[in-house]
């Protein structure tokens, strides 16, 4: 998707902040949002409350909010 001439995914990590960003799109077409998701939980409310759609975006942000309570896991252990 390109908006202000600038290519997004729909999904994707990013590395620096340690987030998955996802574009909103509950608010697609008429806003374009980008929400940071840092925990499980959120991810579970971002798939819940359908702020992504479709089988294969819902299929990756579950495979991302695996990821994210592997490294909040990761930083309980040390």
């Keep these: 998707m390109n908006v202000n001439n600038k290519a997004y995914r729909t999904i994707w990590f990013d590395k620096e902040q340690r987030k998955v960003k996802i574009i909103d ?3 697609l077409p ?3 949002v980008v929400e940071e998701i ?3 939980h959120a991810m579970v409310v971002a798939i819940k409350d359908m702020w992504v759609r479709g089988a294969g975006l819902i299929g990756a942000a ?3 909010g695996m990821y994210l309570a592997v490294c909040k896991e ?3 252990l040390g």
């Design 74 to 76: 990761e930083d309980l």
């Design 25 to 27: 799109q509950r608010f």
């Design 62 to 64: 579950a495979a991302f």
């Design 38 to 40: 840092a925990h499980v």
């Design 30 to 32: 008429h806003k374009f």
